[in-house]
């Protein structure tokens, strides 16, 4: 199939790249390379340096009339989100929306899967591991973009029969992640604890997030892309790991002597997050694959640039 991906030099994008243009589909790259890399692009993906909020963005609709479209281009920082929250919904909500309805416009069009969030959607919640039937409360702007564009895919959904997937994706890790932002703190743990730095840990380090290895999760975008579905699905383990658990694995896994160093508190910090994925087993057939220990040796294998 015509396969656009937004956010294809990215760290989740790029995967989800390489394996589509492994099973033999012709695939289109949308990125701006803000935070993604060109060295992440595989060299068999057309592609366009380009904004999602670019008003050019139909002409490459109409010029490469995509089948299935995976949107994974965002502004990720939720903290920058709180910084700028007109900066965050011009990127997440009316960039989402410049490709949704150039996609609309596409006759050929088959599915629409959305890269949402699990954490930023439902905020501190008092059901763990949290379904998708749990009531949201984002409670950052980034949270509430995701879930905007989310009410809006149902209303392309109904008024225009846009069939979509919206995956609700936990704490995705794994190679490619970009150590150097604020998402991610696997690789800026592995990051520093390598070269010789001192990870600072936020606040107490008790706060537990649902991670989920990168190629788990391009596994669920794919069964996504193949089922005759539409609708919300959480993408994640159901398991709880605490940040200090997290330092200390990778400070096992690096050899590292660096110190358990915390310090204050992010204001407005998730407590807990964890995400159950019964919907999508039962109807994507889909679960993760990747053990933390397993996928954290991966990662920071790939940290050590080593094949």
Known sequence: MRILVTGGCGFIGSHLVDKLIEQGHQVVVLDNLSTGKKENLNPKASFYQIDIQDPEIPQIFQKEKPEV?????????????????????????????NLIQGFIQVSERKKFIFASSGGAIYGDTDVIPTPETYLESPESPYGIAKL?????????????????????????????????????????FTDKMLSGNQPIINGSGRQTRDFVYVKDVVEAALLAMEKEKSGIYNIGTAKETSINEIFRKIKE?????????????????????????????????????YNLEEGLKETVKWFKGLP
Do not use: M
């Open 253 to 289: 896994l690096t050899g590292s002597n660096c110190q358990e160093i915390h310090g204050p508190e992010k204001p407005g910090e998730q407590k807990r997050s964890c995400l159950d994925y019964s919907k999508a087993k039962k109807e994507l057939n889909w679960r993760p694959k």
């Open 148 to 188: 905007t564009v989310e009410k809006y895919l149902y209303f392309y959904k109904k008024t225009y029969g846009l069939d979509y997937l919206s995956l609700r994706l936990a704490n995705v890790y794994g190679p490619r992640q970009n150590s150097k932002g604020e998402a991610g703190v696997v690789a800026i």
């Open 69 to 97: 479209v995976f949107h994974f281009a965002a502004q990720i920082d939720v903290r920058k989100s709180v910084e700028s929250p007109i900066k965050d919904a011009k990127i997440n909500i009316l960039g989402s929306l």
